[in-house]
């Protein structure tokens, strides 16, 4: 099975030193605002329909705030285009744990799954 990995943060890389900015599934592509996650995702949605998709997140958006706003957009955004099915899997690494609390409340409303 493909996976597309998306690694959401403004400052920290993704983990295990993988090629960024992939879409060969060697890797994770790395996003650093909320408005170039969502053009990912549209992107991957349209080219991959049915496979899997992790969206790993953080929640401040920091020096790219004017670009989308906090990365909790995104799942504001997903929830309200109805485009998340089977095939998403969500994973929060933010410090921050007010962000976290919310972030994990949309992904428990909507009954998407959350992987720790």
């Not at 890389?13 to 992939?22: A, D, F, H, R, V």
């Not at 599934?25 to 049915?50: H, P, Q």
Request: charged share 25%; hydrophobic share 35%.
């Amino acid at each position: 099975m493909t996976q597309f990995k998306l690694w959401i943060d403004d400052m920290r890389e993704p983990p295990e030193n993988e090629p960024k900015y992939t879409f060969d599934n060697s890797g994770w592509l790395w996003c650093r605002s909320t408005k170039e996650a969502i053009t990912a995702i549209r992107m991957y949605d349209r080219s991959f329909n049915a496979e899997t998709i992790l969206i790993d997140l953080d929640h401040d958006s920091g020096t790219y705030q004017d670009e989308g706003g906090d990365y909790i957009n995104i799942l504001n955004w997903l929830e309200a285009s109805g485009m998340v099915d089977t095939g998403y899997f969500f994973h929060i690494h933010s410090m921050n744990p007010v962000g976290v609390q919310n972030m994990r409340a949309i992904i428990e409303h909507n009954g998407w799954r959350e992987v720790k």
